[in-house]
């Protein structure tokens, strides 16, 4: 059971925008920046998103991240059938210990 | 272009010891601004942190493992590693090795991971 609360899917047609929501509390998402990552099968995770809203270079101006109090949001816009894959949402807790959400999978329909 | 690389054995016996290092090059692993970390993924399930490590040897640990855990760093040969005993089928898992931003916990760079499993 995950500290940050993920929806275990999600599913859009190409073009269209999605968002992957990721909730959490006071001590972790409401104080700390978050991170997403992306994760295809067999592949290690890549960083999407980190200090809440930044890109990492390489990433496409698609893919943007926010956070309101203790919640934080992923959207990626123009979808494409490459982006499906999993998402994982990550910030730390008052105690500093790094946290992950329990992940979505992206379908593209 | 920094690389993290896994090492160790892919089977251990229940209530052993699991042992794996990441060796990192391309780059250095003194760096105060990073803390290298392990991160496991049981097979169809999510990510879990394990733990970090700085390049002086302070370390933090998931409260869940942290009885069970323990890591190390060798700036020599640029490797940390990690121990983790007691293993259960649980512990079955693709470990990671990551490089961690120290205060906003991203990991740009990981290791391509190593499936470890725990059976006899």
């Known amino acids: 059971q995950s500290v940050l609360t993920q929806p275990p899917s999600a599913s859009a047609t190409p073009g269209q925008t999605v968002t992957i929501s990721c909730s959490g509390s006071?001590?972790?998402?409401?104080?700390?920046?978050v991170n997403w990552y992306q994760q295809f099968p067999g592949t290690a995770p890549k960083l999407l998103i980190y200090n809440n809203d930044q890109r990492p270079s390489g990433v496409p101006d698609r893919f943007s991240g926010s956070t309101s109090g203790t919640s934080a949001s992923l959207a990626i816009t123009g979808l494409q059938s490459e982006d499906e894959a999993d998402y994982y949402c990550?910030?730390?807790?008052?105690?500093?210990?790094?946290?992950f959400g329990g992940g979505t999978k992206l379908t593209v329909l | 272009q920094l690389q993290l690389q896994e090492s160790g054995p892919g089977l251990v016996r229940p209530s052993e010891t699991l042992s794996l290092t990441c060796t990192v090059s391309g780059g250095s692993i003194k760096n105060v601004v990073y803390l290298w970390g392990w991160i496991r993924q049981p097979p169809g399930k999510g990510l879990e942190w394990i733990g970090s490590i700085s390049y002086t040897g302070t370390s933090s640990y998931s409260p869940s493992l942290k009885s069970r855990v323990a890591m190390s760093v060798d700036t020599s040969y640029k490797q940390f590693s990690l121990k983790l005993n007691s293993v259960t089928a649980t512990d079955t898992a693709i470990y990671y090795c990551?490089?961690?931003?120290?205060?906003?916990?991203?990991?740009?760079?990981w290791g391509q991971g190593i499936l470890v499993s725990v059976s006899s």
């Open positions: 006071s001590s972790n998402i409401g104080s700390n920046s």
């Open positions: 990550s910030t730390w807790d008052d105690s500093l210990n790094v946290l």
């Open positions: 990551a490089r961690l931003h120290k205060t906003m916990t991203s990991a740009l760079y």
